[in-house]
């Protein structure tokens, strides 16, 4: 049939990216503490699983919640005939209430900017429906969410340019890289509508400091375009430094009722501090009163369902307990960083300094056979079929540089977490003594051959000086071996 | 700065199906509180039997409260739960649901299901799969207004009407198909498909076999697709029973092309039957893999809460419950449509023979001062400000008629309905009256005028 539309027959989907293939083979073999000890351990999702105990003792409590019940009084019928796109008062007040807590009430957030969307996935694209046409173009710091692909250019036809970060400043923002990312869209005609930066960021697990904040605003004002703001993860700030919202920042330098106010829009969602994902709620958040009116009517397209926004309403107006569940899930959080890093740096694996997130950016540069994508895809296959760990690597991120990836932490317990730098571990030394023992034979080798004495050193990769400096050039998408070939292959030889 | 998007008026929404709403809200009928208000008759949606789905939450608590039949609690697993391949428990349900109301003629398989946050959302979805932008879908007249949003919107298609008129009761005739396909091709737009609600919104009747099958042809002639949204399947309460569009394609003849099933889609939700739409639940059907892989990822951007999806899996497991209630609900539907009817014949108003839906398709020419689009927006506002009733005038529609007005009968209890029934015979006894007033003054000047010429010109005789 060939009268499908291009959209259904194409993959800007995005998803034969490996950065689902990981996810699709852990599918196939899930690790099981019981039942399936030897399988592949999931850390390539972004889920917060820690502090879901917290949530059932108040779903206990507040019984009326779940029965749909006002003073004991069912209220079943008002909520099965909700569907005003406005969403329900009194889940917008909560929520804006509980934004504003999140950025320590140093901004207030008004219910009526506020556009209630079926998750985050529907709000970033509902607001590039609103602020760009078939062929405009977002600029994107990178590495970024690999579901950006899909999210924000799939059915919008929007495309996105990519601001290049690197390692060599902790991958920060800087203004020479975006302006770098404006050039190119300039080049590839694509007309520039915003910016779009996801803080604390995913995959980096990082805020953003005020000077690259104020770098972003200064450059969107200059040029006359948006600035979208995906701060789903605030919420997992869990260590200093404290999280700034752009909002707070915009305030702050008293461009609040100017024009720039009303081109920055944030997008938030309760997938990741509270651990929802399953209930679909996300948010827009614009002080442009024509995008809350467009983003309100396409919300059309994706409404929270009018069961989960009465119950979440309920949750969150109760402020004692959210304090404490936000509390309690940052200490957690941080505690099982805490460990992965460990462990990772007892492997001779460096993570790059985080604050938030449900994940770490880790950097096992040193462990490529060589500095390209291929090397990196090479060790991914290796960590997802023979470590069993399925991590996220940075080519699906977009991120420059070969061998950094997304490891995820918080969507297992302490002992899944124990026993996955474990078996990285033992892969880690594994590599270290196939390499010892090559170097020996070469040594030999050489010896055999010239007789010459030589030093070699028994020191971890790790300690090898890094190639920082190495700029790799490539297309827009590195070019590596099909994904499906690679699975084909490893089905074919398994 | 905008999209053109968000800067335009493609949303559909300055209709005057959308702008008797907002005049509503403003101004709602509250029986106790507000007896005078504007009653809202332009909302097409199900409150008749609450009660029963009520009745079966009070027995099954457990199921609102996230618990599974052992009591333990399921709402981890829930709050995680965002695959878009759907619950499949709740997946099961509805293909037997689906085919509950179609009378078990035709027998769903759940991996051909797709959930979306309400029918919304299926049919941009089943849109984006089926066509690009600048392509055209033909869409019988008068159809629902909500698909000049939902349809073209956001997908940049184009809707090109197949008009139907009153003169064979709105049916789709072979005649008025093939004229809207050659005016798509004239105007240079790539027909895709066609798009038909079965039963109809706004008419409230199901199509037979004959026209299903006749579509289907043309589907196949063409080399297109045909989306059917059945949304309102469940809301059949007289006969003719109702057929779905997958029911019709088996017929062995047209199975003989292999392809018809890959190009036939349905869109069903729980929203007009079951009166739930408020928790957004939607899907496509569809046999064409290639549609399903890709609706599948689009409806990551509406997907159905977990915790929805697991309240009413539970609910349609019930198959107890699931035939009372059709049953009783049909019958409240029946019943409530007959009081409007005779209702409105009494005022001399006739409606379209209807047999489904949440509304009737009524016959209001006779109340126009003229055959035109303006007298029937005249009317519109008279009854919507003076009678104090908000229905939805057939423009909005896309009617190529005027007079015609949908009216809804599902969305309030029975008192408030005989309001409405006696405020529209007073309007009309005042109309009438009136007309027969400015009749008799009318005849009487005509009368006086030509008695006057009569004398003046028996004068000049005389004068001569």
């Not at chain 1, 899909?150 to 929007?158: F, S």
């Not at chain 2, 905008?2 to 005049?23: E, I, M, P, R, T």
């Amino acid at each position: 049939m060939g009268l499908l539309s291009r959209k259904a027959t194409c993959n800007t989907h995005g998803q034969d990216s490996s950065y689902f293939l990981g996810w699709q083979e852990y599918e196939k073999n899930p690790y099981n503490e019981v039942n399936n000890p030897n399988g592949i351990i999931q850390m390539g999702l972004a889920e917060n699983q820690l502090c879901l105990d917290l949530l059932e003792p108040w779903l206990m409590k507040n019984p009326d919640a779940l029965g749909l019940k006002r003073d004991g009084i069912s209220i079943f019928k008002e909520l099965a005939l909700f569907q005003d796109y406005n969403g329900f008062p009194a889940f917008k007040r909560a929520l804006v209430d509980f934004m504003g807590e999140i950025r320590g009430n140093k901004v207030s957030f008004d219910p009526n900017h506020v556009v209630l969307t079926a998750g985050a996935t529907s709000a970033n694209e509902t607001l590039m429906f609103c602020l760009a046409d078939q062929g405009d173009a977002f600029l994107l710091p990178t590495p970024y969410y690999p579901g950006f692909d899909r999210d924000l250019r799939w059915r919008t036809g929007v495309e996105i340019v990519p601001i290049h970060c690197t390692s060599s400043n902790g991958f920060k923002v800087t203004l020479p890289a975006i302006e770098q990312a404006y050039r190119q869209a300039q080049k590839r005609k694509l007309r520039v509508k915003g910016v779009l930066i996801t803080n604390p960021s995913n995959p980096l697990g990082t805020t953003m400091a005020r000077d690259e904040l104020d770098l972003l605003i200064n450059f969107i004002e200059d040029r006359q375009i948006h600035l979208i703001s995906d701060e789903i993860y605030s919420g997992t700030v869990f260590t200093s430094p404290s999280f700034v919202s752009v909002m707070e920042v915009l305030k702050d330098r008293n461009l609040d009722q100017t024009q720039v106010w009303e081109r920055v829009h944030i997008v938030y969602s309760l997938s990741k501090d509270l651990g929802l994902p399953g209930f679909r709620v996300g948010a827009i958040y614009s002080n442009d009163p024509v995008v809350v009116s467009a983003a309100t009517k396409m919300s059309s397209f994706g409404l929270v369902s009018s069961q989960t926004q009465y119950l979440l309403s309920a949750m969150l107006l109760d402020k004692k307990f959210t304090k404490e569940y936000m509390s309690e899930n940052h200490k957690r959080l941080q505690k099982q960083q805490k460990d992965l890093v460990s462990g990772l740096e007892k492997a001779g694996i460096r993570c790059l300094d985080s604050n938030a997130g449900l994940f770490c950016w880790v950097d096992m540069r040193h462990l490529l056979k060589s500095n390209t994508f291929e090397a990196e895809m090479e060790l991914w296959q290796k960590i997802v079929y023979h470590v069993k760990i399925n991590i996220s690597p940075g080519s699906s991120c977009h991120c420059i540089e070969p061998g950094w990836f997304r490891v995820c932490f918080a969507n297992m317990s302490e002992s899944t977490l124990k026993l996955a730098i474990q078996r990285l571990k033992s892969f880690v030394s594994s590599i270290g003594m196939k390499s010892q023992s090559h170097q020996e034979l070469k040594s030999l080798r050489r010896k055999a051959r010239n007789n010459w004495v030589f030093r070699h050193s028994l020191q971890s990769f790790y300690d090898r000086e890094q190639d920082t400096t190495t700029k790799v050039s490539f297309s827009y998408r590195p070019h590596f071996m099909s994904l499906s070939n690679i699975a084909a292959t490893l089905d074919a030889a398994a | 700065m905008l999209s053109s998007k968000a800067s335009s008026n493609c949303h559909g929404q300055d209709s005057l199906y959308f702008l008797g709403w907002q005049v509503y809200e403003k101004n709602p009928f509250h029986e106790v509180e507000n007896p005078t208000g504007i009653i809202q008759m332009g909302l097409a949606e199900n409150q008749l039997s609450f009660d029963l789905v009520e009745s079966w939450l009070r027995k099954n608590p457990d199921v609102m409260g996230l618990k599974n039949k052992d009591g333990e609690s399921v709402f981890r697993d829930l709050a995680l739960f965002q695959d878009y391949h759907g619950m499949p428990a709740f997946k099961n349900e509805l293909v037997e649901y689906m085919a509950k109301i179609g009378g078990n003629n035709v027998k769903f398989d759940p991996n051909n299901l797709v959930l979306a946050a309400g029918a919304t959302s299926a049919n941009e979805t089943l849109i984006f799969c089926l066509a690009d932008p600048g392509d055209a879908i033909l869409l019988p007249t008068p159809s629902y207004a909500g698909f000049d949003r939902d349809l073209k919107w956001r997908t940049g298609v184009e809707i090109v009407p197949i008009h139907c008129s009153s003169s064979n009761g709105f049916r789709i005739s072979m005649f008025a198909l093939e004229e809207a396909y050659e005016r798509a091709q004239k105007l240079d737009f790539k027909v895709k498909g066609v798009l038909i609600t079965n039963p109809s919104n706004p008419l409230g009747t199901t199509m037979t076999t004959d026209e299903l099958q006749s579509l289907i042809t043309f589907a196949i002639d063409k080399d297109i697709h045909l989306i059917s949204d059945e949304v309102f399947s469940g809301t059949v309460f007289d006969s003719p029973s109702f057929i779905s569009i997958m029911e019709a394609a088996m017929d062995s003849n047209l199975k003989r092309n292999t392809d018809v099933l890959s190009r036939i889609h349905i869109v069903y939700s729980l929203s007009k039957d079951l009166g739930l739409p408020g928790f957004r639940v939607g899907m496509i059907y569809s046999n064409n893999q290639t549609v399903m892989s890709a609706a599948t990822k689009m409806s990551s951007f509406g997907l159905v809460s977990s915790q929805t999806q697991y309240l009413l899996s539970y609910m349609l497991a019930n198959k107890k419950f699931t035939s009372n209630y059709m049953k009783r609900n049909q019958k409240r539907l029946k019943k409530r449509k007959e009081m409007l009817v005779s209702g409105l014949k009494k005022s001399g108003i006739n409606c379209l023979k209807s047999n489904a839906g949440l509304f009737c398709w009524v016959d209001m020419r006779h109340l126009l001062c003229s055959n035109t689009f303006e007298a029937e927006t005249d009317l519109w506002k008279k009854i919507l400000c003076e009678v104090g009733l908000n229905i939805s005038p057939g423009s909005s529609f896309h009617c190529s008629q005027p007079g015609w007005f949908r009216v809804c009968f599902a969305n309030m209890n029975q008192s408030t309905l005989q309001v409405a029934l006696r405020r529209i015979k007073d309007f009309v006894e005042r109309s009438s009256f009136n007309y027969q007033q400015i009749m008799a003054s009318l005849s009487r000047k005509l009368i006086s005028n030509w008695v006057r010429k009569l004398s003046s010109a028996d004068r000049e005789e005389q004068e001569r």
